[in-house]
């Protein structure tokens, strides 16, 4: 009887740890790619919540990309800024522009997608009470320090440089001259926005809907997204195939994995440990094309020892220390390109991409060794370089930096990596102003245009600027430039910006990172874009 | 015996209060600003992170957040939110733990069924040729790295050999579930096995063994019930404590076999500091730890008849 008295208490216990461990179900169902002409292709856990001014990294930029058109596409190819839904884009003084919305454009809900539409998303993408990451991008229409003040509470609703005058017209007033302002407005924070997302927006958060080549047919959030190709879609640019399985790896090895088991026919960014494998794995079923992606050497400017006068040859010096070549090709395998200007091969020469930097950007180990100790030496004896160690492979190209310094200045301790534990971290340090010696910083251009790889970077104050370089001819030279109606003109003002910039070397350039992708002998037709997000509508299923 | 189980599941309120507020703590103690790496490394507007620092409670006083956060989860069961996309905590947790338990009970039955099989098998046999085969390959196991045995898993059965796939895809299938449970499960194997071995090789030698086979009871009875019954505390001590690590210490595995469970959030939100992610996690399992070893000294009195809980 003892014996049946302990199982009656074990089985009691066991109920309670049952029930405390119950937690609901996960749904999973959906296929794993394959017929009917669907691409299955790797994904990550977006960041943010998929709203188009919220989202500000790519993997949930590879949705928005299907499901929302703008007023402006930028061509896969060459990153050119075109006309898709708007009709016109007005300006006699760059700073107001009247927009035509295109006729005949609909949400896939089957709302009409009007200049109430635009004007409506953007005002609340701006609203300082919405959260939205990508704020600043309303940041040069007039009314934003109303909507989204830096301190205190917002004092208006609207965007007062925004104004509906007709059913598909609406006029833009800017703070500043801002000439290529109309090629910006292919970025995906400026999409039109259904009804739909501000009556029931929890509801539009789990199936967002838009007037993209794409609807999402399911989404299970932090495993899988389904979309399907939306067959009424009023655009030129319809989708090749008939869906895309959007599948999430807990990283992007195992994703290679199930490429090469034929498990997934698209995997768009190849893990650094993979690259020797990749010819023998895929052939030429492998891309690796250049992205709108910089990676540079920050300097605090804000700490006396790195601001003085004549330092200027230290930094040019620093740069002409790293051997750049041998760097992007024994530890990136040539998926980075070394750099020789502070923009982006995609831009083109047309767009202003132009070996500005020249020798400074050339490994040179007796030169380097002199303009440094022209330049009055590294301030304290020792720089150590700052960087993220949860993420990416920065700790093998910093060490890798440091060794190509220490060796051409011949001083085994003038350069140290100084890696701090994760980038929530990092990030906090930077934008505090916390360290005092270079570091690392990255950029993902926003929209292909010169003026996004200078002014959020360099200009006095500018939002990314962390490590407050300021130039007062730099500053004019830009201001000049966007104030410049002629394209090409603006350009070159841009580019002798960019001359400023190598004189004081701002930043010391690195390299540009590639886009690269596998994908299976199933899909044909995949090619980048300049965002290195696959171009999904134009993959053919074999 | 009423009395001792309703202490002790009483006893658990003070420990959650008391596990939740260190975890807590730590959290906040890390270094860096959740809310500024959400921003990547564009410049974040001040505003917007002031806005987003006062909508998760951030701009509170440590104290205060760990109150809302507490009177959330007894109230109205309410981890809170995720900074990262914005979801509820109890759904992220809801995805994760039906996946992890779903693997740690498979790894558990593996160790259990295999463990304790070749540690019979080598406890009987003390000294002989099995033993000494079963202690050979425990060694093996026991000193390759859980990441090294995923990938040789990974290669000679997914891409050489083809029987399984080399990677659990979003429908978790319980197939897919297997090549992860025997490696999750591999470690602590070898564990069950010499531990197994080594207890019934002494009680082998006790009295009452003696005394029982001068009774002449018949041999079946002898081992399953007189060895076996005395030979098992330690193991099911082991493995008591075993499944607590199962759940939550999977980091390596799932991230080799892209299992969507526990380990790998506790690992993500622990880089991304998580608070409340971390601290919904880190409750469940050790509401699962502080069950599983009541169960276990409740096992205890089962097992061995001189064991009496008042």
């Known amino acids: 009887m003892r014996g049946a008295t302990h199982a009656k208490w074990a089985a009691l216990a066991t109920a309670v740890a049952l029930a405390a461990t119950a937690c609901g179900g996960g749904d999973d169902s959906g296929g794993g790619g394959g017929a009917d002409g669907i691409v299955s292709s790797s994904w990550g856990d977006p960041q943010n919540p998929l709203e188009p001014a919220n989202t500000n990294e790519v993997q949930g930029g590879k949705v928005l990309s299907m499901i929302f058109r703008g007023l402006k596409e930028y061509d896969p190819k060459t990153g050119e800024a075109k006309d898709m839904l708007a ?125 993209g080549p794409y609807v999402i047919d399911s989404y299970s959030k932090g495993s899988q997204m389904e979309l399907k190709r939306w067959d009424d879609y009023p655009g030129d640019d319809k989708a090749q195939n008939g869906g895309i399985t959007l599948k999430v790896y807990t990283d992007n090895n195992t994703a290679y994995t199930d490429l090469i088991a034929g498990n997934l026919d698209l995997v768009d960014d190849v893990p650094a440990a993979q690259l020797k494998n990749v010819s023998a794995d895929l052939g030429d079923r492998y891309i690796n094309t250049p992205a709108g992606i910089i990676q540079t050497l920050s300097f605090p400017f804000y700490d006396p020892a790195w601001n003085k006068p004549g330092q200027e040859k230290l930094r040019q010096g620093l740069s002409m220390a790293i051997d750049r070549d041998q760097i992007t090709q024994t530890i990136f395998q040539k998926t980075r390109t070394p750099a020789v ?84 971290d990092f990030r906090n340090q930077v934008t505090t102003q916390k360290f005092d010696g270079p570091f690392r910083a990255g950029w993902q251009m926003d929209y292909p245009l010169i003026q996004n790889f200078l002014q959020p970077l360099y200009y006095t104050n500018a939002s990314s600027n962390d490590g ?25 003002l841009f580019q002798q910006a960019e001359e400023v910039l190598r004189d004081d070397m701002g930043a010391i350039p690195l390299w540009y990172q590639n886009g690269s992708a596998g994908y299976s002998e199933r899909v044909g037709n995949v090619t980048l874009n300049p965002f290195s997000v696959p171009v999904y509508n134009q993959i053919t299923v074999k | 015996m009423g009395r001792y189980v309703a202490r002790r599941l009483l006893q658990m309120i003070p420990v959650f209060f008391g596990t939740t507020l260190l975890i807590f703590l730590m959290v906040y103690s890390l270094p860096g600003d959740p809310v500024a790496g959400l921003f990547g490394d564009k410049g974040a507007s001040p505003s917007t992170l002031a806005e987003l620092r006062h909508k998760y409670g951030l701009d509170q006083h440590i104290l205060k957040q760990y109150w809302d956060y507490i009177t959330g989860i007894v109230l109205h069961f309410d981890f809170g939110t995720q900074f990262r996309n914005d979801r509820p905590v109890t759904e992220v947790l809801g995805d994760a733990f039906p996946v992890t338990i779903q693997l740690a009970a498979l790894a558990f039955a593996f160790e259990l069924v295999f463990g304790i099989g070749l540690g019979i ?140 469970g526990v380990g790998g959030l506790i690992y993500e939100s622990i880089t991304r500091r998580e608070g409340s992610t971390l601290v919904g996690l880190v409750t469940v399992l050790v509401v699962v730890y502080l069950v599983t070893s009541l169960l276990i000294d409740l096992l205890y009195a089962v097992l061995d008849p001189r064991i009496r809980y008042a």
């Open chain 2, 121 to 260: 098998i080598a406890g009987l046999r003390a000294g002989r040729l099995a033993d000494n085969a079963i202690l050979i390959f425990t060694l093996l196991i026991i000193s390759i790295p859980v990441f090294v045995l995923g990938f040789i898993i990974k290669m000679v059965f997914a891409f050489q050999l083809g029987w399984i796939q080399p990677n659990v895809s979003n429908d978790q299938l319980l197939s897919e579930m297997i090549a992860p449970a025997i490696v999750l499960g591999g470690l602590s194997l070898a564990y069950v096995a010499r531990l197994t071995r080594t207890s019934m090789a002494e009680n082998l030698r006790a009295d009452y063994m003696r005394t029982a086979v001068a009774k002449g009871l018949p041999k079946r009875r002898i081992i399953g019930v007189h060895l076996m019954r005395n030979s098992m505390i330690p193991v099911i001590t082991f493995l008591g404590t075993d499944i607590g690590a199962l759940m939550g210490g999977a980091v390596v595995t799932e991230g080799l076999f892209n299992v969507k």
């Open chain 1, 468 to 492: 407050k370089y300021s130039s007062e001819e730099f500053d004019k030279l830009v201001d000049q430039a966007n104030a410049e109606s002629d394209i090409p003109k603006a350009v070159g």
């Open chain 1, 87 to 211: 009709e016109k884009i007005e300006t006699t003084d760059s700073i107001n522009f009247t927009v035509t919305v295109k006729d005949g454009w609909t949400f896939s809900n089957g709302e009409k997608v009007t200049a109430q539409s635009f004007v409506d998303a953007w005002n609340y993408g701006a609203a300082l009470k919405n959260n939205q990451k990508n704020a600043y991008f309303f940041g040069y229409i007039e009314g934003y320090d109303k909507v989204h003040p830096e301190k205190g509470e917002a004092t208006a609703d609207t965007l007062s440089g925004l104004k509906v005058t007709g059913p598909q017209t609406f006029t833009v007033k800017l703070t500043q001259k801002f000439s290529t302002f109309p090629d910006t407005l292919g970025y995906a924070a400026y999409a039109p926005l259904p009804k739909a997302f501000f009556d029931d927006h929890a509801g539009w958060l789990a199936k967002p809907v838009g007037n």
């Open chain 1, 341 to 424: 200007d502070w923009t982006s091969p995609v831009l083109g020469e047309e767009g202003g991409f132009k070996d500005i930097c020249g020798d400074f950007c050339k490994y040179d180990a007796a030169e380097a060794k002199k303009l440094v100790a022209e330049g009055g030496g590294i301030p304290g004896g020792t720089m150590k370089i700052s960087y993220n160690a949860d993420t990416g492979s920065h700790k093998e190209w910093v060490d890798a930096v440091c060794n190509s310094i220490n060796r051409a200045l011949g001083n085994n301790t003038a350069c140290v990596g100084n890696p701090i534990g994760t980038f929530a």
